[in-house]
């Protein structure tokens, strides 16, 4: 369906969270607003994600008596992103962020909670925090969605239960004691009998919770704000008026149409994770092809903005948020992308070995300090193979990647080479290529003070956030335990992005820029189509939500403060690059 009018006050191309938080803003503020998506799905990367959102110094934080302030986080940030690089835009994003929070309640759909017990990843830096800096999105019922619940992209199906159940991260200790405990295994019932009715009326569970329920929300807001949504449409060019981005012009089915923007054009298409040339160009050669974002991100704003005059923002420590991934076949043929992000790396029982059999990092580190260790070992060579190796307690205790606990079935895994299995450890390192002498080893030392409870060669479990992610019922380390118990186990993993991190330069108003500096009139980015603020830095969970709200955020109450309107016939496209 083509758009009902051929001019709208501002066009947002892109629906993930920036995208959606901009449309919703500038909205909100009264404006006609059109949202542009590639794909037939609101939400992008966003509704695959865990939805935290990074914001120091947040009223609710104030409200739950946890202390933070904008000048703990000023030196948090200069010890965690220490390049002085973008310094002005994290100071406005310090500035604004509980202000864009606050907005987005008061006049949206959005809700977030507080996340009490979730430390920054780096708790010994002086300002960090032990929780109350992340916010997550409060549950939503897709039901209220109506018809348009077909429209947000559902979640991972690794992510879900029984075929498409939610379930809130809290829930998750919950269910890993059913039959262990009464109250978890009522806790349980109380989550899969609403989900058995739900599916009675829909091809999913309705009770959304994470990113899913943050796009969910964006999403609705926009739809109660009349905001048009075009899907499946490519944008072809931005039009211009002199040197102002007056317009865009679409490709949908096989018609080009120019619709023109009075005010301006948000660009928020998710960055360029699944672009070959621009991969190439941008990211180290070490990191491969292996992305956990959402397939259409493929750099289409960027190459939109170039044509305008637009500068890439290349001060970046690294280029992209990197998580270890591994990789299995899905029913329906397709490759899944499953990011270990928290869920088994710093349990105890595990550990991670390159290809020659030995342990390089601390496992309960960072997914992007894991792989950003993964690359220092690789030597920058493409696909050096790394595995996570571990026994049957571990696997049975934890799981590992997609496999959850307390899985029984387990061969079909094996069957289909996601998961190695061996019967002692010199058969597994046979298995994964490397020397069956030197895995031994690895294992034999790791063993000797794992006993214990101790990691003297990486000091896993030494802080407060590697601690949060171990398991606080394992004495005495949570993170920290033998590998002994046949048969043994071994999955391949792989470093891939959450997304990127290099993107369009932007001053304090989300406005794009030029080499010299300048604002391209009428251009605004948010999201991964602007340049990371923490140059690639991944100082605590939400480090790349928490921007694009507030950004999304800046830009629509600047397109809605502008007391200038332009004319707004559609002028000659400009050339792609």
């Known amino acids: 369906m083509m758009p009902a009018h051929e001019t709208y006050d501002v066009i947002v191309i892109?629906?993930?969270?920036?995208?959606?938080?901009?449309?919703?803003?500038?909205?909100?503020?009264?404006?006609?607003?059109?949202v542009i998506e590639k794909t037939a799905f609101a939400g992008g990367t966003t509704a695959w994600s865990d939805g935290m959102v990074w914001i120091p110094a947040n009223a609710k934080m104030k409200e739950a008596g946890l202390s933070d302030s904008v000048a703990d986080a000023v030196q948090y940030l200069s010890s965690t992103v220490p390049e002085t690089a973008n310094a002005g835009l994290r100071a406005a994003f310090l500035a604004r962020g509980p202000e864009a929070i606050a907005y987005l309640e008061a006049n949206t759909e959005v809700r977030l909670q507080l996340v009490k017990a979730y430390p920054d990843?780096?708790?010994?830096?002086?300002?960090?925090?032990?929780?109350?800096?992340?916010l997550a999105p409060v549950a939503f019922d897709g039901r209220r969605l109506g018809e348009g619940f077909a429209r947000l992209r559902p979640p991972l199906p690794e992510s879900t239960l029984f075929g498409g159940m939610m379930v809130d991260r809290l829930d998750i200790p919950h269910l890993r004691s059913?039959?262990?405990?009464?109250?978890?295994?009522?806790?349980?019932?109380?989550?899969?009998?609403?989900y058995a009715l739900q599916r009675l009326r829909s091809p999913r569970g309705t009770t959304l919770h994470l990113g899913n329920a943050l796009a969910a929300r964006l999403y609705a807001s926009l739809l109660a704000r009349q905001v048009e949504f075009l899907f499946s449409a490519d944008v072809e060019d931005l039009s211009m008026q002199g040197e102002r981005v007056s317009g865009v012009v679409i490709r949908h089915g096989s018609r080009d149409r120019p619709i023109a923007s009075r005010r301006g054009v948000v660009l928020a298409t998710g960055?360029?994770?699944?672009?070959?040339?621009?991969?190439?160009?941008?990211?180290?050669?070490?990191?491969?092809?292996?992305?956990?974002?959402?397939?259409s991100s493929t750099g289409d704003g960027l190459r939109l903005a170039a044509a305008t005059g637009a500068a890439l923002n290349t001060d970046a420590t690294s280029p992209a948020y990197w998580v270890p991934a591994s990789l299995f076949p899905r029913a329906d043929g397709s490759r899944g992308v499953f990011p270990h992000m928290v869920t088994d790396r710093a349990k105890p029982g595990v550990i991670a070995v390159n290809a020659a059999g030995r342990r390089f990092v601390n496992e309960a580190l960072s997914y992007h300090e894991f792989v950003l260790a993964m690359l220092r070992d690789g030597n920058g060579e493409p696909d050096q193979p790394f595995h996570l190796i571990c026994d049957r307690r571990?696997?049975?205790?934890?799981?590992?990647?997609?496999?959850?606990?307390?899985t029984r079935r387990y061969?079909?895994?094996?069957?289909?080479?996601?998961?190695?299995?061996?019967?002692?450890?010199?058969?597994?390192?046979?298995?994964?290529?490397?020397?069956?002498?030197?895995?031994?080893?690895?294992?034999?030392?790791?063993?000797?003070?794992?006993?214990?409870?101790?990691?003297?060669?990486?000091?896993?479990?030494?802080?407060?956030?590697?601690?949060?992610?171990?398991?606080?019922?394992?004495?005495?380390?949570?993170?920290?335990?033998?590998?002994?118990?046949?048969?043994?186990?071994?999955?391949?993993?792989?470093?891939?992005?959450?997304?990127?991190?290099?993107?369009?330069?932007?001053?304090?108003?989300?406005?794009?820029?030029?080499?010299?500096?300048?604002?391209?009139?009428?251009?605004?980015?948010?999201?991964?189509?602007?340049?990371?603020?923490?140059?690639?830095?991944?100082?605590?969970?939400?480090?790349?939500l928490g921007p694009a709200l507030v950004f999304g955020y800046i830009a629509g109450r600047h397109l809605a403060e502008r007391a200038m309107t332009f004319a707004t016939t559609p002028a000659t496209a400009t050339t792609s690059v």
């Open 411 to 544: 061969r079909r895994y094996v069957a289909s080479g996601e998961l190695i299995e061996a019967a002692d450890i010199a058969q597994l390192a046979t298995r994964i290529g490397v020397k069956p002498s030197t895995l031994t080893a690895t294992i034999v030392n790791y063993n000797a003070d794992a006993e214990e409870g101790r990691d003297p060669e990486f000091g896993r479990g030494s802080t407060l956030y590697q601690r949060h992610l171990g398991d606080i019922s394992h004495k005495p380390n949570p993170c920290v335990a033998p590998i002994v118990r046949a048969p043994f186990f071994a999955m391949r993993i792989h470093p891939a992005d959450l997304g990127t991190a290099i993107g369009m330069k932007v001053d304090a108003q989300a406005r794009v820029l030029r080499a010299d500096g300048t604002s391209i009139a009428g251009l605004y980015a948010c999201g991964n189509d602007m340049g990371s603020i923490m140059n690639g830095n991944c100082p605590g969970p939400g480090i790349t």
């Open 121 to 134: 990843y780096y708790p010994e830096r002086l300002g960090a925090t032990s929780g109350g800096r992340v």
């Open 394 to 406: 571990f696997l049975w205790d934890y799981g590992l990647g997609r496999i959850r606990p307390f």
């Open 14 to 34: 892109g629906a993930g969270a920036g995208g959606m938080t901009a449309a919703a803003v500038a909205a909100a503020e009264g404006l006609r607003v059109l």
């Open 178 to 194: 059913v039959g262990k405990s009464l109250r978890a295994t009522m806790r349980a019932a109380r989550l899969v009998l609403p």
């Open 271 to 295: 960055g360029f994770s699944h672009d070959a040339v621009l991969r190439k160009r941008l990211l180290p050669a070490a990191a491969g092809f292996v992305s956990a974002a959402n397939t």
